[in-house]
T-cell receptor, first 115, second 111 residues
Framework: EAQVTQNPRYLITVTGKKLTVTCSQN?????MSWYRQDPGLGLRQIYY???????DKGDVPEGYKVSRKEKRNFPLILESPSPNQTSLYFC??????????????FGPGTRLTVL | DAKTTQPNSMESNEEEPVHLPCNHS???????IHWYRQLPSQGPEYVIH???SNVNNRMASLAIAEDRKSSTLILHRATLRDAAVYYC????????????FGQGTELSVKP
């Protein structure tokens, strides 16, 4: 089944403790992206990647890192989480083309709480 | 970056058509207009997209103004399962496909 998976789905952690949220897709998509969703703010893009070893900042990249060493994986890294990073996180992927008409497939979400 | 503006909420009756508006007055020529929806406790899912011409698919229709400064998502017969937050999104082909989400419209459907 074609899908985007995220792990963990739920995570409670403490300020400053490094964590990684994994994202994997099995559709051979070039484009992958991370979003955070907060009440009243909708979805905001954190980072995106157009292909292996190619990443770029979205609208809210501060406090986050990403890597794209393999096409299928796009982990989100919080080196020193803070309470303002408590949020619902979504990973997404799509085939990439310059005409940008491709549907994005979203993962089920990771709910992160930083105490 | 071009932005989108949507009403915060709308109501509809079941089996009636719904017109969800979106303003994007600063849209550029390379921006595609995408619509996604998010059902409760789920990730967003694709609904439809277009560039200049009106588009139809099994889920909905997309009407794009001639000047492209606004668009309307049309659900022809709303069902209770269509209750969701609908996002109007611009996707810029010249910036690597960067997505710009609007605030979204929360659609409620009454039986």
């Amino acid at each position: 089944e074609a899908q985007v998976t995220q792990n963990p789905r739920y995570l409670i952690t403490v300020t400053g403790k490094k964590l990684t949220v994994t994202c994997s897709q099995n559709m051979n998509h070039e484009y992958m992206s991370w979003y955070r969703q907060d009440p009243g703010l909708g979805l905001r893009q954190i980072y995106y990647s157009m292909n292996v070893e190619v990443t770029d900042k979205g609208d809210v990249p501060e406090g986050y890192k990403v890597s794209r060493k393999e096409k299928r994986n796009f982990p989100l890294i919080l080196e020193s989480p803070s309470p303002n990073q408590t949020s619902l996180y979504f990973c997404a992927s799509s085939p990439f083309s310059p005409s940008s008409y491709n549907e994005q497939f979203f993962g089920p979400g990771t709910r992160l709480t930083v105490l | 970056d071009a932005k989108t503006t949507q009403p915060n909420s709308m109501e509809s009756n079941e089996e009636e058509p719904v017109h969800l508006p979106c303003n994007h007055s600063t849209i550029s020529g390379t921006d595609y207009i995408h619509w996604y929806r998010q059902l409760p406790s789920q990730g967003p899912e694709y609904v439809i997209h277009g560039l200049t011409s009106n588009v139809n698919n099994r889920m909905a229709s997309l009407a794009i103004a001639e000047d492209r400064k606004s668009s309307t998502l049309i659900l022809h017969r709303a069902t209770l399962r269509d209750a969701a937050v609908y996002y109007c999104i611009l996707r810029d082909g010249n910036q690597g496909g960067k997505l710009i989400f609007g605030q979204g419209t929360e659609l409620s459907v009454k039986p």
